[in-house]
């Protein structure tokens, strides 16, 4: 669907159709585009775009971690696209829709006004552990894609992410995606993925989530250190898991423990640092 009065582009984008591909009874792959439309009253701009990866830990897609995040980075002059990939389905399923996502919003970046060398990628939590998948995917793992563009972000925003497959995981997202142990951990844990080529991070986390430990980000930048690829990090003291936009818009008001305003800062954390990588507006 394209909305005019709103001077913005909304349109759902199944990406199995849109690549010619056989779903095998998979439930996600839709893509949910939100972009403005250019104005006839001032010159072409140029936008940065971030796709999104909710949480959920692969069994639902957290609508909190969704479309307000979009929103969100459309009010900063992003355009943004949000993945509903598909859920009780092991690797590599769900990065198999986050790679054509990202192809996707290469290849058809001129029709939504995009910068195609300025695209991000967010996850939350299991959407989190998604989005490190993809920031350190091997041409391996895409080869059997019919894809084209480069699949790798620009740059990633993990946000309160699962990372380890390992001691502290969590293990519903672990059961899901390794289906039940029979992909070896080693494989899907983000911290022994990185390498010098991996894609520059921005973390974030909480000491007080007690449902994807705060170990998970600290071993991540560890390894961002280790393999010399820069990275950002943002530890709050505190906030509970799930936190979102951590303001009212995507707390439920009879839940103080979702309002910690202090953390609500990584937002702007993050535009900040995605600015000085290059991300920014531009007139063409």
Do not use: Q
Not at 114 to 141: C, N, P, R
Not at 214 to 238: C, D, H, Q, W
């Amino acid at each position: 669907m394209t909305s005019g009065k709103a001077n913005m582009i909304t349109k759902r984008i199944d990406l199995y159709d849109y690549f010619k591909l056989d779903r095998h009874g998979v439930s996600g792959g839709y893509l949910n585009a939100y972009a403005r439309t250019p104005s006839k009253e001032i010159k072409p701009k140029l936008r940065p775009a971030v796709l999104v990866f909710p949480g959920g830990g692969y069994e639902y897609i957290s609508d909190r971690e969704g479309e307000p995040i979009a929103l969100a980075f459309l009010h900063y002059g992003y355009s943004a696209f949000v993945l509903n990939y598909s859920v009780h389905a092991p690797y590599p399923v769900p990065l198999n829709e986050a790679i054509m996502a990202m192809a996707y919003i290469r290849e058809n970046a001129a029709d939504y006004c995009l910068d195609s060398e300025k695209v991000a990628s967010i996850g939350f939590s299991a959407g989190g552990h998604l989005a490190g998948l993809l920031a350190t995917v091997t041409k391996d793992e895409s080869k059997n894609l019919p894809i084209k563009s480069p699949v790798l972000p620009d740059a990633v925003i993990l946000s309160y992410p699962v990372v380890t497959m390992g001691e502290y995981s969590h293990e519903g997202s672990r059961k899901v995606i390794t289906d039940g142990g029979k992909i070896p951990y080693d494989k899907l844990s983000v911290e022994k993925r990185v390498k010098k080529n991996s894609v520059p991070a921005f973390i974030w986390h909480t000491i007080e989530d007690n449902c994807v430990s705060t170990e998970n980000s600290l071993m991540l930048a560890a390894a961002y250190k280790r393999a010399g690829v820069p990275f950002s990090m943002m530890i709050f003291e505190k906030g509970c898991h799930g936190l979102s936009l951590c303001n009212a818009e995507t707390a439920d008001r009879t839940e103080n423990d979702l309002l910690y305003y202090p953390a609500e800062k990584w937002l702007s954390l993050a535009l900040d640092w995605l600015a000085v990588r290059g991300f920014s507006v531009t007139t063409i």
